[in-house]
C-alpha cells in the first residue's frame, strides 16, 4: 500500500504558481512545484469548497460539507467534524496506516473534535485559522487571543496547548510543520509501517508574515516572500519522502485550500489566475485551485488535465486504494480516480457549489449555472439573488462574464437533475444539523429542485 | 546573418496559449505554441502598443506610434507608414535581406504605404482588418464592402485586389498565408539568400471563422476553433524553416499584437489570463501578450523570462543583428536586445503607454502609474481622467485594482522623468501629423511633463 502524503496549502490562488502562470510574473518563483508538476500531474480543473473549513470537511469525510454541518467557516459555538463523522483518516488507520496531521486543523476546537479524536494519530498546529494572529497585532485584549494557540497531541489523550499563536509563532509555523513532517517521513521508513500524513500548511493565509529567512527574499513585498516560503517547504517534504527512499512508494498531493481572499484591509493577496472572483464565491477563481499529484509507475510525468476533479474525490480514491470500504449509512459524494490517476478520464462531470448553505451555483462539463451571484465591489462583498440564473461556458469565458441562458435553455435542463439527487439523498440521509442555522430545508434547494413554489 | 521569421497573431490574448495558461483549459490546445516556448524563450513581460495599427507601426519603425501618426487604427482617409519612415524591412533589404510579407498590413491603404513600397520585394494579403468582413455577413451594399480585398504584389509596381475578402476568403487566408509563406521559405533555402519574412496571420480575429478543416475542431466555439488552427498554422511555419535544414540559422519571433477585444456583441473572445483591460485599454491584459523566440545555439531552451520587453525593441535588435544603422535624424524609442537574447538582463525597465493621443500610463519595473483610466463596463467603454493617479504594483497585483500611490509617491517621482525625456525628443523631432487630429501639444503629455498648467 503506498504512502500518502497530502499537503494543503491555505488561501493559494490558481494563478500564484510558476506552473499555472504565477510565480516569476508575480516575483515570486516557485521551482520546486513546478518541478512536482513536471514529475507528475497537474491538475487545471480542481474545485473545492466555499471556504477553509468546507474544503478540509469535504476533503476528510468525502461529503459536501453541508451533509456535515461544516458548510462555513466559524470561530464559536459547538462546530467541526462530528464525531460521527468516518474521517479519511480513520478508513486508512483501520486498513494498518500510521497516521499524522501537522498544520492547521479547523474542523473543530474541541477535544472530540480534535485531529487526535478523529483517526489521527498525531497532531500538531492550530486548531482554528491564523486570522485571529490579527488580534495580536491590533493589540486585542489577552482574554481574546488566547483561544488561538498551537497544540499538540496523540490519540487517546487530549491535546495540550503548547504555545500562543502570536506574530512570532506565525513566523515560525509551518517550518516547524516541516521538522515534524520530515521526521515523520524519516521514522516511518524506518519502520516500514504505510502512512497518510495530512501537511495542511498554515501559508499564505494573512497576516502575510513570513519566516525570519524568507523576509524579503521576493523583493515584492510580504505576500510574494511568503510563497516563496510555501514553495520551499513543500520542497522540503518532497525532499523528506525522497530522502528516506520512498519516492516510489508514495503519492503526494499538493493543493491549495480555497481561492485568495479579497478586502480591502488585506490588499493585494493571491492570484485567481484568469478566473473571477475571490473566496467564498462561487466562480472559478474561488472554486479553481492548483492541484499536483504525483505518483511515480501510476502517472505520467508532466502530464496536465483540465478534467473535472473534486477535493471530495480523494476520500473515495484513496479508501480504494487502501482497500478500506466507505461508510454506506450515509451520503458520500466521493468518486473513486484510480482510473483517472492511471491516464483515464475522470468519472466526474459535475458538482454542486455551495456557499455556506446556499446553493449558489452548478457545474456541469465546461458549464457554470449560478443561481446566487456571490460578488465584490471595492470596499465590499455582496450577494445578490438573481431573478434569471447565468449560464457561463468557463472555457470559453474564464471571467464567467458571458451569460449565455437564453441561447442555451438545454443545459440548465441538464443539470436539474443533479441538484434532484442531491435533494432525494438529503431526505434519505438528513444533514447533520450544526451550528443552529437549522437543517438543508431552510436554504433555496427546494425551490431549484422542482419541490417548493 | 540569421534568417528572420516574425508572426504575429491577431488579438491573441496573454492567457490563451497553453503555456500560458490556456490551451486545454479553454478547450483549444497549443501543442505547437507550446512546444516553440520549449524550443526557447517564453516573455512573460512582453509588451505591445494599445491596438492593431500603433504596435505594428511599433515593431516596423521601432517608434511610439504617436511619433508616426500611427497611434490609432483608422479605416478611413490618408493613414499609415508615411514614404518617409524607414522600416525594419527596408534596413534589412539594405543589408542584403530578401523580404516579404504574407497577411494582414494594417499601416495604410494606399500604394505609396503598401508594404511593397515600404520594405517589402512581396506582399500578399489584405490591407485593413478583418472587422469588415461582419459587412458582408450583415449585408451591407457591396459598395461599403469591395474596399476589403485580398491584395497581392512584388516592389516597383502597384498590388492588385485579387478577391474579395467575405467570409468563405476569411476561413481560407491564413492556409493562403501559409502556403505562400512555406513556399517562400523552400526557395530561400534553395537559393541560400538571408530573408526576413513577417507573417502577420489574420486569426484569431473577430468574426470567427476558422478554416473548414477547424471547423468545429475544438468542440467549443468558434473562437476555441480559431485558436487551434492558429497554433497549426504557426506549426506549418515552424515546419517549414525546420524541412528547409534552416532551423539553426533562423530567428523564430512568435507574439500576438494585442489583448483580447471586449464588446457585448463579440461574447467572449481572448483571455487576459490574471490581468485586467482588453483591447485599447492600458491595462496588462492589453499591453501584456504572448511572445516566443526561437533562436537555436543563442537562445536556451525552456527559458522563461518576466523581464520587460517591448515591440518597439525588435527594430534596433535585428538592425544590430543584420549590421544595419538604424536612423538619427529621428527619435527611435527601440532598444537592443541582444544580450538579453543571450542570456543577459533585459535594457528595458520602462515605457510609455499612450491610447490613442493620451498618454494613459507610465510603466517602470513592476509599477504601472496611470493617469487616464480606460475602462469596461457591462455594455461600455469609458474613458475616465483621474483626478490623482493610479499606481499598481503588477507583480503583486495583476488586476490592477489595488492604488499604491498615497504610500508609494516615490515611485511616480521615478517615472516623471520619462516623460520629460520623450516631450524633449519631440521637441526635438516633431510628431508626423496625420489624420487630422493635430500634433502632440493637443495631448496630456505637456501637463504630465510639468511644462504645462
Redesign the interface.
Known amino acids: 500500500m503506498p504512502n500518502i502524503v497530502f499537503m494543503l496549502v491555505d488561501n493559494l490562488g490558481w494563478?500564484d504558481p510558476?506552473c499555472?502562470?504565477?510565480g516569476?510574473?508575480?516575483?515570486?518563483p516557485t521551482p520546486r512545484i513546478d518541478q512536482l508538476a513536471a514529475d507528475g500531474l497537474r491538475l487545471?480543473?480542481f474545485n473545492v469548497e466555499s471556504e477553509c473549513t468546507p474544503t478540509r470537511a469535504a476533503l476528510l469525510t468525502g461529503r459536501y460539507p453541508i451533509r456535515s454541518g461544516n458548510h462555513l467557516v466559524r470561530t464559536v459555538g459547538e462546530h467541526g467534524l462530528a464525531p460521527w463523522e468516518v474521517t479519511l483518516s480513520q478508513l486508512l488507520k483501520g486498513q494498518g496506516y500510521a497516521t499524522a496531521c501537522f498544520g492547521k486543523w479547523h474542523l473543530g476546537n474541541t477535544p472530540e473534535r480534535h485531529p487526535t479524536a478523529l483517526g489521527f494519530d498525531e497532531w500538531f498546529g492550530i486548531q482554528d485559522s491564523t486570522g485571529p494572529v490579527f488580534d495580536h497585532l491590533n493589540g486585542k485584549p489577552d482574554t481574546i487571543i488566547r483561544h488561538t494557540s498551537v497544540w499538540e497531541g496523540v490519540a487517546g489523550a487530549p491535546a495540550e496547548r503548547i504555545a500562543d499563536y502570536d506574530p512570532d509563532a506565525r513566523r515560525e509555523l509551518d517550518g516547524q510543520v516541516v521538522e515534524r513532517a520530515s521526521r515523520y517521513i524519516t521514522d516511518r521508513a524506518a519502520d516500514g509501517q504505510p502512512f497518510f500524513l495530512y501537511v495542511p500548511f498554515t501559508q499564505v493565509h494573512h497576516p502575510n508574515l513570513p519566516h525570519p529567512d524568507f523576509d524579503g527574499a521576493s523583493g515584492?513585498?510580504a505576500?510574494?516572500d511568503c510563497v516563496m516560503e510555501m514553495d520551499h517547504r513543500a520542497g522540503q517534504v518532497i525532499d523528506a519522502i525522497d530522502d528516506a527512499g520512498l519516492g516510489d512508494d508514495t503519492i503526494i498531493v499538493w493543493a491549495s485550500d480555497n481561492g485568495p481572499p479579497s478586502h480591502p484591509t488585506l490588499?493585494?493577496q493571491g492570484?485567481?489566475?484568469?478566473f473571477r472572483g475571490c473566496l467564498g464565491s462561487a466562480y472559478e477563481g474561488q472554486l479553481r485551485v492548483p492541484c499536483i499529484i504525483r505518483w511515480p509507475g501510476t502517472i505520467d510525468t508532466g502530464r496536465?488535465?483540465?478534467e473535472m476533479v473534486s477535493v471530495l474525490d480523494f476520500y473515495q480514491t484513496f479508501a480504494s486504494i487502501a482497500g478500506a470500504e466507505v461508510p454506506t449509512d450515509r451520503a458520500v459524494d466521493s468518486l473513486d480516480l484510480g482510473d483517472f490517476l492511471a491516464g483515464g478520464p475522470s468519472p466526474r462531470d459535475g458538482m454542486l457549489c455551495f456557499v455556506g448553505k446556499t446553493l449558489a451555483a452548478v457545474k456541469w462539463r465546461?458549464y457554470k449555472l449560478h443561481y446566487v451571484e456571490y460578488g465584490i465591489q471595492?470596499g465590499h462583498r455582496y450577494r445578490l439573488e438573481l431573478q434569471f440564473p447565468q449560464l457561463f461556458?468557463i472555457?470559453?469565458?474564464?471571467?464567467e462574464?458571458?451569460d449565455l441562458l437564453a441561447i442555451n435553455l438545454w443545459v440548465s435542463e441538464a443539470m436539474t437533475p443533479m441538484i434532484r439527487d442531491f435533494m432525494r439523498s438529503v431526505h434519505r440521509f438528513p444533514n447533520v444539523p450544526t451550528g443552529g442555522d437549522g437543517p438543508v430545508e431552510g436554504t433555496n434547494l427546494d425551490v431549484l429542485a422542482g419541490r417548493g413554489s
Chains 1, 2 share one sequence.
Open positions: 494563478g510558476g499555472y502562470g504565477g516569476s510574473v508575480r516575483m515570486a487545471t480543473n515584492n513585498g505576500f510574494a490588499g493585494a492570484s485567481t489566475g484568469p496536465v488535465s483540465d465546461q471595492p461556458n472555457a470559453q469565458d474564464p471571467r462574464e458571458w
